[in-house]
């Protein structure tokens, strides 16, 4: 049975799905303004890894999660780039799904917008409105929050807690600093959409609501996000969703914990803002998905060149084994007193199952396959390997890939033959003499992209794989 951590009761429960055999998840996606970070990629890799796993154990999985391509941050980037909102947004859902495609991250079942809800947003609005549940103020709507009597039961915090730190900001006009915006006036140059409270774009949190009701209805089994979402974003989405649908919105909560970059905080302002777009470049992707599920989703996972290096070791330690295996299968045969190793699989299968169901613990996963691989690596230096011993290594090396989501083996067709690069080298050199320092630049960016490592030497340029 499945277990998994549930932020709602603070505790560990054994999953129990509305209807048998399905699972209906929705995560928080990102505001499509720019390329993904390495913190938007934790949570895209991590539940995918949950999504694989509920698939592998039989179950259908309805995974949808959403972008946000209406927003301030989508607003201010419009004024400065001077395109339409729509424009922006439909070039970042584009990269957004280059980026996670190269992490192997599977296509959700669906990824709804915003813009294509908004009748659904208003409707959903009015209805809290007619309910008393919100109110009109100056053009803008906000949720009445003391009159939802379970708010702040996500993320444990007390009414009177939250009154300490809030305030009412310029030119807003709410009953109670704790409220919350449902739809906000436009402002002159906006985006915009009529409303029967005027012109304007719902608030933040009124989005993934109607989303996730129109989707998979009024009650889900999961609802997940990064840590960071769980106050103010899902304590609001709980209170205005069960305001609305006079039901649970949510029976489990899955948060997955916070990235650090070196140790410190990711931020623009400390310089250490690292975009997927870019470290893709530099980096082979199935081995920064293999170091983001080296870590359980829970715990907070530090970034650096050095992890991931190690990351990298292990998933070479895990192919390797597999490639080895592969070609005792040529020479394998039939005999049938093998039957200890056919033992040993199964126990490390049952190992990688059981730590699977204890909260999709992927770090310990890993370990699981790194038995495999020593496991296998002891075998291939038997005398005679057995035909079922090699097939049976091949189904669990398989399902271990397919479940982590992490290929068994790398993209060697991108990768450059020897002749290739000492070809671009002769050709760069050429272009270098000839001034066209242009093509010299463009063979350079080139060879960089495959971690080709140029070096001086008397004898002349020589090359090294990073």
Not at 297 to 310: F, G, H, K, Q, T
Request: include cysteine; glycine fraction near 6%; hydrophobic fraction near 35%.
């Amino acid at each position: 049975m499945i277990t998994l951590y549930n932020t709602l009761t603070r505790q560990k429960e054994p999953f129990k799905p509305m209807e048998q055999g399905k699972v209906n998840m929705y995560v928080c996606g990102p505001t499509v303004y720019n390329y993904i970070h390495i913190g938007n990629a934790r949570p895209a890799i991590n539940y995918d890894v949950v999504r694989r796993y509920f698939e592998y154990k039989g179950y259908e999985v309805n995974y949808v999660s959403n972008f946000t391509d209406v927003d301030d941050k989508l607003i201010k980037r419009s004024k400065e780039l001077n395109e339409s909102v729509n424009t922006i947004a439909d070039r970042y859902i584009k990269a957004f799904y280059e980026d996670v495609g190269a992490l192997n991250v599977k296509k959700a079942t669906s990824n709804p917008r915003v813009m294509d809800h908004m009748d659904e947003i208003i409707k959903f609005i009015k209805e809290l409105v007619d309910e008393g549940y919100a109110y009109e103020s100056g053009g803008d709507v906000y949720f009445r929050t003391r009159k939802f009597d379970d708010y702040g039961k996500l993320s444990h915090q007390s009414l009177n807690d939250l009154k300490v730190g809030a305030r009412i900001e310029q030119g807003e006009q709410k009953e109670d600093a704790l409220d919350f915006t449902l739809w906000k006036k436009a402002k002159e140059g906006e985006i915009s959409w009529d409303s029967p409270f005027g012109q304007g774009r719902p608030g933040w949190h009124i989005e993934c609501s109607v989303m996730a009701y129109h989707e998979l209805g009024a009650t889900i089994d999961i609802h997940a996000g990064g840590t960071d979402l769980q106050f103010p974003h899902h304590e609001n989405e709980i209170a205005q969703s069960e305001a609305h649908n006079h039901a649970p919105f949510a029976n489990y909560w899955m948060h997955n914990g916070f990235i650090n970059i070196d140790n410190e905080k990711m931020s623009k302002s400390l310089g250490n803002f690292v975009l997927v777009h870019d470290i893709i470049k530099e980096i082979d992707p199935d081995v920064l998905r293999f170091f983001m599920i080296s870590v359980h989703y829970r715990s907070p996972i530090n970034y650096n060149m050095e992890l991931v290096d190690a990351a990298k070791s292990g998933l070479e330690r895990v192919r390797n084994s597999y490639k080895a295996i592969e070609e005792r299968e040529e020479i394998a045969t039939d005999i049938e007193n093998q039957e200890e190793y056919i033992e040993s699989i199964d126990q490390i299968l049952q190992q990688f199952e059981t730590v699977m169901d204890d909260d999709f613990n992927t770090a310990n996963a890993i370990t699981a396959w790194f038995d495999l691989a020593k496991l296998a690596n002891k075998y291939v230096l038997e005398n005679t390997t057995s035909t079922r011993v090699i097939n049976r290594f091949k189904e669990v090396y398989q399902i271990f890939s397919d479940v982590l989501g992490v290929p068994l083996k790398g993209k060697e067709n991108d990768v450059l033959l020897d002749e290739q690069i000492e070809a671009l080298i002769e050709e760069r050199e050429d272009a270098r003499k000839r001034k066209d320092f242009e093509r010299a630049d463009v063979i350079r960016d080139e060879l960089k992209e495959q971690n080709i490592i140029l070096e001086d030497t008397p004898q002349g340029v020589r090359f090294k794989r990073g």
